[in-house]
């Protein structure tokens, strides 16, 4: 299938759908041609989404400040 016809694909969806198409359709796409196990496209996306959080945390953890400064932790802080 050519660029132009997947891109034309894609524009019809967004417009039966009337919103711009996200992650779940590129996931969907991959674990389709791929012919993954019907279960796949949701453990890739868990699997991509957990790689960022811990990313996340490096990133956090090395520059020592929250990375996300407008959200209010109201928890218990870990000892130490």
Known sequence: MEFAEIQK???DLEGALHQAVNLD???AVVS???RLPVHSGFHLFALGRT????AHAVE????GEF???RARYTGMLPAG
């Open 9 to 11: 694909k894609i524009n």
């Open 25 to 27: 359709l590129a996931v």
């Open 60 to 63: 956090q953890h090395q520059s």
């Open 32 to 34: 389709k041609v791929l």
């Open 67 to 69: 990375i996300r400064p």
């Open 51 to 54: 790689v960022g959080w811990i």
